[in-house]
């Protein structure tokens, strides 16, 4: 249940606590004395929307705290402890929410900052709240589903889950497939593209470090006659000497000879013998591979030619996929990969439609267990809803759900939902936005509040103004009905009916008053006296007599419950 409200410095608000008590809290005052702000001020606290006009003028920022028990509610602590959050000492649930005037919310669950997004999430399993505006739901068709959906509990939202879960599959996968659909045309004009790169290649069949070989080649071909000269030369002088002048060979053979008769007088003479004799054999050995290195040089424009036109095959080759062989080559291996990729584009298409026709076969079975739970879920909320509403007055209301296929599939399952209703009998049955009274669609709206409230077991309902546009006997019946619901949930409801306040647990009244420099708004909790004087005014309005005080009195005689 909600223990308390702490509210400062929000709208006309300076700072007040409100305590409630279990059962029925009821809200009233004068009209413009701010009980709405009660309200706007408890949904912020549950985590709806803040505007920076809510927060009172000449202050820089607004605090609304709610604090609750939490005993009737079992799953809140384990959403608190995905949070590493703890209960107090006290197992009190504090939401403390802060707005400032540069639209920054600071939102705290028992004292530690969280998203608001887990804010909300708290909030809405602590209360329900039926504030004026909601009420437009009912005349929004695409609610009215949503409202079925929680009548079903526990085993519908189940199953919707499976339904959003399988349409998210479901959707990815038929991406996937246009999306193979679309990029076939760019894949066949990218396939030629890589059958062309890869033949040319393939063509020129380049090796690595042939292109180094042939630089070195072209330039033996350029300058053949200019090392066929220098090895005719270098060969002259080795071995057939130059004008008249010994070779070096000779010079060599002659020193050899002197060598030998010198190590005759003295040995210690032969290891230069023998290095010298080396050298001569070496000299010999070189002399024989220039005459066969001089002889294979020669000029051939024809090898010069082809050495050209390789090179330039590699050339362009270098331009076009990479600085050098190895480059050129690796892109051809990566083409042929990529090429044998693209190839595979028809069993890529089969697979991914197995896998949609898997994903939609998923789909449809989670989609109509969805539908068959649903069918049953609003065969029984027409009945709850005919025995609520002849609780209040409207025996004769007839509310029926139509269902409408929805062809594809959609992440909310394969129909839409629709209250229809007949207001009197034997009229046709008619949408229900097109022909409800305000206060046919309150105590409709009290009807379904009370059966969802069941169904989701939320342990605080408030409830605004929900006797608007009601009068006579309906008005009582609605009385006893918020009465009713306080005696298995904690009820808080403003209203202007003193019908309603008799009923209540715990009676506050909202004053709004001028302290001498601004006008503030402050509440009390009513004793007995002091709700027969409320009932009073509420009943006769600036006029209060003692004929209205015996009514009031006689009205919380019959209707408190103590």
Not at 40 to 55: M, P, T
Not at 192 to 201: A, F, G, S
Not at 246 to 263: F, G, H, K, T, Y
Request: charged letters at 25%.
């Amino acid at each position: 249940m909600l223990l308390n409200i702490y509210i400062k410095n929000f709208s006309l608000i300076e700072q007040i606590t409100i305590d409630f008590q279990e059962g029925l809290n009821i809200l009233t005052g004068e009209t413009g004395t701010g009980k709405t702000i009660i309200i706007d001020a408890l949904e912020i606290a549950l985590g709806g929307r803040a505007h920076n006009e809510q927060i009172r003028s000449g202050t820089e920022k607004a605090l609304v705290e709610a604090t609750f028990d939490p005993a009737r509610h079992k799953s809140l602590e384990q959403l608190l402890s995905k949070q590493g959050i703890e209960l107090s000492e006290e197992d009190c649930l504090v939401l403390s929410r802060e707005l400032t005037r540069s639209g920054k919310n600071i939102c705290r669950v028992n004292g530690q900052v969280v998203p608001l997004a887990f804010y909300k999430i708290i909030g809405k399993n602590m209360a329900d709240l039926q504030v004026q505006h909601e009420q437009n739901s009912l005349l929004n068709q695409q609610k009215h589903r949503e409202l079925l959906d929680h009548f079903g509990g526990t085993r519908l939202l189940d199953l919707l889950y499976h339904v959003k879960s399988s349409y998210q599959s479901w959707s990815e996968a038929r991406a996937r497939m246009e999306k193979l659909q679309s990029d076939a045309g760019d894949r066949t004009r990218r396939a030629d593209t890589l059958r062309y790169q890869i033949e040319e290649i393939q063509q020129v069949k380049p090796t690595p470090g042939e292109d180094e070989e042939l630089d070195r080649e072209k330039n033996v071909l350029v300058n053949s006659e200019k090392i066929s000269l220098l090895a005719g030369e270098a060969y002259s002088h080795l071995y057939d000497g130059n004008g008249g002048q010994p070779s070096a060979i000779d010079l060599l053979a002659q020193a050899v000879e002197n060598l030998r008769a010198l190590v005759a007088y003295d040995s210690s003479a032969n290891n230069l013998l023998i290095a010298l004799e080396s050298s001569l054999y070496q000299a010999e050995d070189a002399a024989r591979d220039l005459a066969v290195y001089r002889d294979t040089v020669e000029y051939s424009p024809q090898r010069l030619e082809v050495v050209d036109d390789r090179l330039n095959q590699i050339k362009i080759l270098k331009k076009k996929y990479g600085d050098g062989i190895t480059m050129i080559l690796q892109f051809l291996d990566n083409a042929v990969i990529e090429l044998q990729n693209l190839q595979n584009l028809d069993e890529e298409l089969a697979s991914s439609g197995r896998e949609l026709d898997v994903a939609a076969a998923t789909y449809y079975q989670a989609a109509k267990a969805l539908s068959s739970a649903r069918s049953a879920a609003g065969r029984l909320l027409e009945e709850r809803v005919a025995s609520e509403l002849a609780s209040l007055e409207m025996g004769r209301v007839v509310l029926s759900l139509a269902f409408t296929s929805i062809e594809e599939p959609s992440p909310g399952g394969l129909e839409q939902i629709e209250f229809l209703i007949s207001p009197n009998l034997g009229e046709p049955l008619k949408p229900l936005a097109k022909i409800a009274s305000g206060g046919e669609l309150s105590r409709i709206m009290l009807a379904l509040k009370t059966l969802l409230a069941q169904a989701d077991d939320k342990p605080v309902l408030v409830f605004d103004e929900v006797d608007a546009g009601i009068g006579g006997r309906a008005l009582q019946a609605v009385a006893e009905k918020l009465s009713q619901l306080g005696e298995q949930h904690q009820v808080i409801c403003v209203t202007h009916s003193p019908q309603v306040a008799a009923h209540a647990r715990a009676h506050h009244r909202i004053i709004k008053e001028f302290d001498g420099v601004r006008t503030v708004t402050r509440i009390e909790l009513l004793d007995r006296e002091q709700r027969v004087e409320e009932l009073a005014r509420m009943l006769g309005g600036k006029d209060v007599t003692d004929i209205t005080r015996m009514h009031a009195s006689q009205m919380l005689k019959s209707s408190i419950k103590i």
